[in-house]
């Protein structure tokens, strides 16, 4: 890290430096949540896994959305962004129900204000994938709100704009993902706005911590569905007993393996390049 760069801050996840007034410093720690709490326990190399799978995208997606990274950085957990103005909403895409939309689904046979066809199951795929935002909480959980509610934060105009590029962004990470065995059920974006007054996707994007990651040979509408991602450890902390306060619950040492496995194996499956190969080498995955 450069020694003149100043902590800017951090987040459950990501720790951000200022390089200069153009250029950010995020790295991704070890650190997991659940239920918005960070656990004490790390997951070994998962920053470098959500790194790594951002790097991986933003450098196959740029002629559908130009991005904000500037380089990869060796230790393979720290990525030099350009600055952005961002969005204060989170732009999700659902492609199956499942979650807080099948939550939605149930009670009102609606998800942040799509009407949807009667009769859907618990992970069964959309007719169309739906774009679905939601607020940013500072605490606690994100709230989904409606087209018309994010319109009033961003303006409508560019909150269809946001709506185009998340589409596209989403239809092509899932049929790229489906080739390789994994289905996208969901997902979010963080888009900013650049000095030209361009959306450019910022932050993380298409990791293990930002989307639903399915297997495909797996995949059985009507119930939940095995996953890449935190899914374990919140099953895991499901049996506790636990109220879902600060402080979380420790993790064994079978579950910290059962998911730094499960992320791992997304990166590869999606990425086609062995982690330790990636470890030794992180621009690999750049060309």
């Given at each position: 890290m450069s020694e003149t760069a100043a902590y800017v801050g951090s987040g459950k996840v990501r720790e951000l430096?200022?390089?200069?007034?153009?250029?950010?410093?995020?790295?991704?720690?070890?650190?997991?949540?659940?239920?918005?709490?960070?656990?004490?326990?790390?997951?070994?190399?998962?920053?470098?896994?959500?790194?790594?799978?951002?790097?991986?995208?933003?450098?196959?997606?740029?002629?559908?959305?130009?991005?904000?990274?500037?380089?990869?950085?060796?230790?393979?957990?720290s990525l030099e962004c350009r600055r952005?103005?961002?969005?204060?909403?989170?732009?999700?895409?659902?492609?199956?129900?499942?979650?807080?939309?099948?939550?939605?689904?149930?009670?009102?046979?609606?998800?942040?204000?799509?009407?949807?066809?009667?009769?859907?199951?618990?992970?069964?795929?959309?007719?169309?994938?739906?774009f679905t935002p939601a607020t940013k909480a500072q605490t606690g959980h994100d709230e989904?709100?409606?087209?018309?509610?994010?319109?009033?934060?961003?303006?409508a105009d560019r909150l269809a704009e946001a709506e185009a590029i998340s589409l596209a962004l989403y239809r092509f990470a899932s049929d790229y993902a489906a080739e390789r065995g994994i289905i996208i059920a969901d997902t979010k974006f963080e888009l900013g706005i650049d000095t030209e007054g361009r959306l450019v996707l910022g932050d993380e994007a298409l990791t293990p911590d930002s989307s639903r990651f399915w297997p495909a040979d797996s995949y059985e509408p009507g119930r939940s569905q095995p996953s890449f991602d935190k899914q374990f450890v919140r099953d895991y902390c499901e049996t506790l007993g636990w109220?879902?306060?600060?402080?979380?619950?420790?993790?064994?040492?079978e579950v910290v393996a059962g998911t730094r496995a499960r992320y791992v194996e997304a990166f590869e499956r999606l990425t086609e390049l062995s982690f330790d190969r990636y470890l030794a080498d992180p621009t690999t995955l750049l060309r």
């Open positions: 430096y200022a390089m200069d007034d153009e250029r950010l410093l995020l790295i991704a720690s070890d650190r997991i949540s659940t239920f918005d709490v960070v656990l004490p326990t790390e997951i070994p190399d998962k920053g470098r896994v959500l790194t790594g799978l951002s790097a991986f995208w933003f450098a196959r997606t740029e002629d559908v959305c130009a991005n904000h990274l500037l380089e990869l950085r060796p230790d393979g957990r952005l103005e961002m969005l204060p909403i989170e732009c999700v895409v659902r492609g199956y129900l499942a979650g807080s939309g099948w939550k939605d689904y149930q009670a009102t046979g609606q998800v942040c204000g799509h009407s949807l066809p009667a009769g859907l199951r618990e992970s069964d795929q959309l007719p169309e994938p739906i989904n709100i409606t087209r018309d509610e994010a319109a009033e934060l961003v303006r109220d879902k306060t600060d402080p979380g619950p420790a993790l064994p040492a």
